[in-house]
């Protein structure tokens, strides 16, 4: 019994690294402050609806995700039953899918970091 408790407590479970943790979590803000619709399955959603979707795929894939990247395929990407991309339409810009979206602001933020 001791054995696979101490085995159970040594799995070690995939995530971001610790140096991207950072990201993601400017990621999700990025969502939550935006003032964006995103559109999930045809159906509306407001930016604080959609923060609450994509930390629920994200603690629900945790062990998939290697990197910042992963995250957003695996969190805000598309719908895992229809198979539909997730869009975003932000004031004054056209819609876009919510993967692209959040690239771009990973590569903004790496951008604005690097220096």
């Not at 991207?20 to 939550?32: I, T």
């Amino acid at each position: 019994m001791f054995t696979s408790l101490v085995l159970s407590m040594c799995t070690v479970h995939a995530d971001v690294p610790d140096d991207q943790v950072v990201e993601v979590e400017h990621l999700l803000a990025y969502v939550e402050s935006s003032g964006c619709t995103f559109i999930r399955n045809g159906d509306q959603h407001a930016a604080a609806d959609s923060v609450s979707h994509i930390q629920k795929k994200y603690d629900y894939y945790r062990d998939d995700i290697e990197n910042t990247e992963d995250f957003i395929r695996y969190s805000a990407t598309k719908s895992v039953l229809s198979g539909k991309y997730y869009t975003v339409r932000c004031p004054g810009q056209k819609a876009m899918r919510t993967q692209d979206w959040l690239m771009a602001e990973l590569k903004h933020y790496r951008e604005m970091h690097e220096k």
